[in-house]
């Protein structure tokens, strides 16, 4: 089972990721609608959705939302606080980002908070993209928000640590291969739990070739939540991309 199968689907998960809260979700979806200004309605497919979190921000918005993702428990959570809130224009289904989920069905595609660079054969990044682009009607839009692979170089903090709810969270390090890998070790009453992340740093340059070679259009590129411009000591890298138009 691949990292990112296991990982995604454990409570663990949320824990660790907490400060990835709704406050940031309202952020991001401010930034999008600025950014694209979406027409009311849109239907709008969240790739990597995890539990959620932004599908349902979007869709407290007046949009139609169909978030995918591989982790089973991670949608049931997401239809669950989606049904507690009285959501009715969103969906979640499991699917491979890879694969499309249908041919021109989509106003946009957002692939958010670096639901990204997870696979070991870059082939697949492109087929993830072409899946994206596939679901675009003529037009369509596409926001993608991934690390900067420049700022982690730089910034990379080897080991951390911390305390969340009686639970010691030891976070190790590393770039290898082209990839930055975490593991997450999680110690509680004499027990300890590991898991792992790993993440192709994918750059600027990789993601024009990607769009290029997919059908997207590259638009504009931002460095943060707040919309400043994107630089090499930007915190994320934020693409903007359309599909040409019939």
Known sequence: MAW?????????????????????????VDLIERLVRPAP???????????????????????????????????????????????????????????????ECFDGVVNLFTAFGFFEDDADHLRALQAMATALRPGGWLVQDFLNADYVQRHLVPCDRFQLDGVEVVQERWIENGRVNKRIRLR?????????????????????????????????????????????ESPRLILYARKAAA
């Not at 790993?198 to 750059?203: F, G, N, T």
């Open 188 to 232: 509680r009453n004499g027990t300890e739990q590991v898991f792992y992340e790993s993440v192709r740093l994918l750059r600027l340059e990789d993601f024009r070739k990607l769009y290029q070679e997919a059908g997207l259009d590259l638009q504009a590129t931002l460095g943060d939540y707040t919309g400043r411009p994107f630089t090499s």
């Open 4 to 28: 990112y199968q296991e990982w995604f689907d454990r409570d663990e998960y949320e824990l660790v990721y907490q400060h990835r809260d709704e406050r940031e979700a309202e952020q991001v």
């Open 41 to 103: 309605g849109s239907e709008i497919l969240d790739v990597g959705c995890g539990r959620g979190r932004h599908a349902r921000v979007l869709a407290r918005r007046g949009y139609r939302v169909t978030g995918i993702d591989v982790a089973e428990r991670a949608l049931q959570i997401a239809r669950e606080r989606a049904e507690a809130e009285g959501l009715h224009h969103v969906r979640f289904l499991r699917h491979d980002m890879r694969e499309p989920l249908c041919r």
